[in-house]
């Protein structure tokens, strides 16, 4: 056989065997956070701004990827399922916005905070999370010792510590997965409303 038709031959080959793996890849599903959708009450011109963080996540958490558990240690992180944004960026959001909306009279913004309110927050919500995913059967835990203090460092709600569950309905389904970590920052998010309304 020419050299030159063997090469060429080869060329076509290497050129369908690309094509074949460039197709063969799944494509990249993008999730996000979810929070209370129902309609948001006016807030009064003087009503009390709730600094919502920082809410630290652990480092296995700052990725974009979904990261569930396997067994035992094991950590799964999802290369083809990712958040939009940042999970830390979108817990914030989520937090606050049900939170606004829980509490009337109450607003609720995002560290880090915007310069047009900055010095209007009065009151900061902290959380360090140490634990935010789902399991193999689906269940969605969220460990966080989470306390509210003044601006000033005076403490309105101690600090504590708290687990939240929530159970996704297709363990497989990371549309699922983040539908019910979103439910369990919902439960975060009405603790803290139910025990920032008492404190005030």
């Known amino acids: 056989m020419n050299v030159i038709i063997r090469a060429s031959i080869v060329c076509a080959l290497g050129t369908l065997l690309l094509a074949g793996c460039a197709t ?3 494509p990249v599903n ?3 956070l979810s ?4 309609a948001a ?3 009064p011109e003087n009503a009390v701004v709730l ?3 920082p809410l630290n996540l652990p480092d296995y958490l700052d990725r974009s990827q979904i990261v569930t558990r396997g067994a035992g240690s094991e950590l799964i992180v999802d290369d083809f399922n990712r958040w939009a944004e940042p999970l830390g960026t979108a817990l914030h959001q989520a937090v606050a916005i049900n939170v606004d909306k829980l509490l009337d009279g109450v607003v609720a913004v995002t560290f880090p905070f915007d310069s047009i309110v900055q010095d209007r927050v009065g009151y900061r919500m902290l959380g360090d999370i140490s634990k935010f995913d789902a399991d193999a059967s689906g269940l969605v835990v969220l460990e966080i010792q989470w306390g509210i203090a003044r601006v000033e460092a005076e403490t309105v709600v101690k600090p504590r510590r708290a687990r939240y ?3 996704a309905t297709d363990a497989g389904d990371p549309g699922a997965i983040a539908k019910a ?3 369990a920052v919902l439960k975060l998010s009405r603790d803290i409303a139910d025990e920032f309304s008492a404190a005030l």
């Open 24 to 26: 063969s890849s799944p």
């Open 30 to 32: 993008y999730y996000t």
């Open 181 to 183: 970590m979103s439910e």
């Open 165 to 167: 569950e929530a159970q």
């Open 51 to 53: 600094g919502i963080g």
């Open 41 to 43: 009450l006016e807030d």
């Open 35 to 38: 929070a209370d959708s129902s």
